[in-house]
């Protein structure tokens, strides 16, 4: 027999198992590390409250204009959640217009998630639960839960605390759908940016292999008139060897700058890196009669960094430094060296000064803000207006800082500040 009191027990403790069900949720999707994770956590904190043991989460694809399904819980069939949806799905429809949750194919139905025959017969089944998430109005997604077994009607209390993690989980899945958006433009921003200055870098490259060709040139023919000429063979082709491997090394140096890749942290030498861009700048310099100068500490400290990123930041810096300086005469100074803060930790300095017109001080605090851009013509800011917004990113990923300064007719000064290892 079974008493009020025991009836109002098994309530209580029903409501404060679904309660930890609903803290536990709101806990995964606080900060949800991959979309893959989130949607677990949605199908298994959904499963667990209305006690349908299988589902699959559909996430809306713009470009195709459907309904994909993109994670399962349980042992979903396929007749029940087929792999894709398209928008004039009966079941999609429904969604759309009633933004209710939709319980379906039961004995008992309440008003309003009532299903046509038309979804009854697209979903096949006798007990199928359909949740919607919902942001600005718009159904980016929707989970179809599942049970083959005999299911008693979900509670209204059920249904609200359904319908509340219905709200955070579109919430938490629309805020990671952006941020994943974000990322991706940034890698093809960064993908740009080093492609834009291959331009300058090919300048730099064709100059550079000029003269190892000239010397595989002259070896290819003089060799049969002096084949029998052991010391010339021996002494040209330690020349020939030394000039194809310069040249393959030049080759690799554009290919790792062109090809995108995920941040890699490696033990580097910052006056090496230094010295490879200015290298590749030279020619560029000579042309326009500008002098380089270069102050590097002999003790400086090495450092974890990406070397291509960091030679991206520093071979756009440099040469929105030629080009502000313009036609010479004029220079552009580069020096390293380190510091130590007064609780020990030891930096890196790099400093990047040029004799170019400067920068007026009301553009000066905009300087790193995307998509600004100044009046003059510059590397830096031509196409996107991308440039330093990426070096700035590039230099705080790396836990370090960037400033600039500038007087107006004078100049300006780029200053990069990274964390050294200590020696």
């Known amino acids: 027999m079974i008493t009020a009191t025991s009836f109002q027990t098994d309530s209580a403790s029903s409501g404060h198992e679904s309660i930890r069900i609903v803290t536990r949720f709101l806990e995964a999707i606080g900060h949800p590390t991959s979309l893959p994770r989130l949607a677990d956590h949605i199908l298994l904190r959904f499963s667990e409250l209305s006690r349908y043991p299988h589902g699959a989460l559909f996430l809306f694809e713009r470009e195709h204009r459907h309904y994909r399904q993109m994670h ?40 309003q998630s009532e299903l046509s025959d038309d979804i009854e017969n697209a979903l096949p089944g006798s007990y199928t639960l359909a949740v919607p998430l919902i942001t600005h109005g718009t159904l980016i997604a929707f989970t179809v839960l599942h049970s083959s077994t005999t299911h008693a009607t979900l509670s209204p209390v059920t249904m609200e605390l359904l319908t509340a993690m219905a709200q955070g989980a579109a919430n938490a899945l629309d805020s990671l759908l952006i941020y994943e958006d974000l990322r991706q433009s940034q890698s093809l921003l960064r993908r740009t940016d080093r492609l834009r200055s291959l331009e300058i870098i090919a300048g730099g490259f064709a100059h550079e292999i000029r003269n190892p060709l000239t010397s595989i040139k002259t070896f290819i023919q003089l060799a049969p008139e002096r084949k029998d000429d052991s010391q010339f063979i021996e002494e040209f082709s330690r020349i020939v060897l030394e000039d194809v491997n310069r040249i393959e090394r030049l080759i690799q140096e554009i290919l790792d700058y062109a090809r995108y890749m995920e941040p890699q942290l490696t033990n580097e030498d910052l006056n090496d890196i230094v010295t490879s861009c200015l290298y590749f700048i030279q020619v560029k310099a000579d042309s326009l009669g500008i002098k380089i100068e270069k102050q590097l500490a002999p003790e400086l400290p090495r450092g974890m960094l990406d070397r291509q990123q960091i030679k991206q930041v520093l071979l756009n ?50 300087i790193f803000d995307p998509f600004f851009t100044t009046k003059h013509t510059s590397t830096m800011n031509a196409g996107t207006g991308l440039g330093l917004t990426i070096a700035h990113q590039i230099i705080q990923e ?26």
Do not use: W
């Open 72 to 111: 399962t819980y349980g042992q979903i069939k396929s007749l029940v959640a087929p792999s894709v949806m398209a928008v004039d799905h009966p079941l999609v429809q429904s969604l759309i217009a009633d933004q209710h949750i939709v319980v379906g194919l039961e004995a008992t139905l309440t008003p």
């Open 398 to 423: 790396h836990h370090g800082d960037i400033h600039v300064a500038s007087t107006v007719g004078q100049g300006t000064t780029f200053r990069i500040i990274l964390p050294a290892l200590h020696q």
């Open 317 to 366: 810096l440099l040469l929105n430094a030629l080009d502000a300086v313009g036609k010479g005469p004029g220079s552009l100074r580069v020096r390293t060296h380190q510091f130590q803060k007064p609780e020990g930790t030891l930096f890196m300095q790099i400093d990047i000064e040029d004799t170019g017109h400067g920068i007026a001080p009301e553009n000066l605090e905009h």
